[in-house]
């Protein structure tokens, strides 16, 4: 069953923030990622299956194994999303920096 789940619950977990870390640099199978972990490996199958159904990763099959890889696309989304945010505390702790040295002078 392919439920659709909402991205931002789902880097709303450590272990999942962990994972997408981890496929940052290179592509893994789900037994490379859990060695990672001092979890049991369904449980972190659970997390891959997660962030699968929110299309942050994307599963390769290569042989007999599969390897989970990021979505860049999916992450620029997130990326997206987040660059208004971000750009606004930029320009309140500007002012603040900018109060600040007023009244260092």
Known sequence: MNLRRDVFQAIADPTRRA??????????TAGAIA???DTARPTVSKHLQIL?????????QNGREV???????????I??????????????????EDIMQKYKS
Request: glycine fraction near 0%; hydrophobic fraction near 45%.
């Open 52 to 60: 699968t159904e929110c299309e942050l990763l994307k599963q390769e």
């Open 35 to 37: 060695a990672n972990f």
């Open 19 to 28: 994972i997408l870390l981890l496929l940052a640099s290179q592509a893994m």
């Open 79 to 96: 990326a997206d999303f987040i660059e208004p945010f971000r750009q606004m505390w930029d320009d309140r702790f500007n002012k603040l």
């Open 67 to 77: 390897h989970y890889q990021l979505n860049p696309h999916k992450m620029k989304e």
